[in-house]
C-alpha cells in the first residue's frame, strides 16, 4: 500500500453505535409522549423498540396504529423532528480515540465523512465534540438537495482530498456498510477498511459487488495495514 496520509471514517457504526443513536432518539420522543399518550416513558419507549426491531419502517406511524390512537402527517412530522434534533446521549467505541491519538502522534490527518439528515449528523458531531479529534468533517446532506451527494456519491471524497492536501492513493476510507462505503475504490484509488461492528448495515449486500480492501475487527488493527 502507498504511503497513506490521511484516514477518513465514516460515522454511523464505525466510530459510534447507531443502535444506541436509535434508543437515544426514541428514549426522547417517549419522554414527549407520555402526556399526550398517558402511558408512562418506559412503556412507550419499549415499544418503539420492539416496533422498530420489527421493522425499522414507519416506527412513530405504527405506534399510534399499534395504540388504536388516530394520528395525523403533522403528527408524525412533528416526532420525526424531534428525533433527529434532539441532542443524543452517544460516546465513540472505545478504540476510537486511542486510535485518534496514535495518528495524531504519526502525523496521519483524519477526517470524516458521513451521510444521513444533516441535522441528525450534526447533534451526533456536536454531543461528541467530534471536531476536537478531526482534522475535516464533510456531512453529505449539507452538499446538495436530500441525499443528491450522499455516498457512493464521489464528490466528499473529492473534497476532502482538497481539505486535507492529499493524493487519493493518500487516502483509505473506513466504514461497515457494504452498499456504499466501499465502492469509491472502483472511481478514485482510495484504500477502503471495512470494520466489522455488527451494526444495522452489516448484512447489506455490496454497491456492484466493489468489496473492501481489508477487513478489521479493531481500529487498532489498521497500523498494521498503512505502511508510515
Known amino acids: 500500500m502507498t504511503e497513506i496520509k490521511a484516514v477518513i471514517f465514516d460515522l454511523d457504526d464505525t466510530l459510534v453505535s ?37 421493522s425499522p419502517k414507519n416506527v412513530f406511524n405504527r405506534l399510534f396504529e399499534e395504540l388504536n390512537l388516530d394520528y395525523t402527517n403533522d403528527t408524525i412530522k412533528d416526532l420525526v423532528c424531534a428525533y433527529r434534533n434532539h441532542p443524543p446521549e452517544i460516546a465513540f467505541f472505545d478504540d ?3 486510535c485518534l491519538d496514535m495518528m495524531k502522534k504519526k502525523k496521519i490527518k483524519t477526517g470524516i465523512i458521513t451521510d444521513g439528515y444533516a441535522s441528525a449528523q450534526r447533534q451526533k458531531l456536536n454531543a461528541l465534540k467530534a471536531s476536537c479529534y478531526f482534522d475535516e468533517i464533510i456531512v453529505t446532506d449539507e452538499l446538495g438537495e436530500k441525499g443528491e451527494y450522499w455516498k457512493p456519491h464521489p464528490l466528499a471524497f473529492s473534497l ?60 487498532n488493527e489498521i497500523f498494521s495495514l498503512i505502511a508510515h
Open 18 to 54: 447507531e443502535k444506541k443513536y436509535i434508543e437515544s432518539g426514541y428514549l426522547h420522543v417517549a419522554k414527549l409522549l407520555t402526556k399526550k399518550l398517558g402511558k408512562e416513558k418506559e412503556q412507550i419507549y419499549q415499544l418503539l423498540i420492539a416496533l422498530f426491531r420489527k
Open 96 to 98: 476510537v480515540l486511542p
Open 160 to 219: 476532502m482530498k482538497e481539505k486535507l492536501g492529499v493524493e487519493f492513493d493518500e487516502m483509505c476510507y473506513i466504514g461497515d456498510n457494504p452498499e456504499k462505503d466501499f465502492y469509491i475504490s472502483f472511481i478514485y484509488p482510495i484504500k477502503t477498511i471495512k470494520i466489522e461492528r455488527n451494526g444495522v448495515h452489516a448484512n447489506k449486500n455490496y454497491l456492484h459487488d466493489i468489496r473492501e480492501n481489508y477487513s478489521i475487527h479493531h481500529l
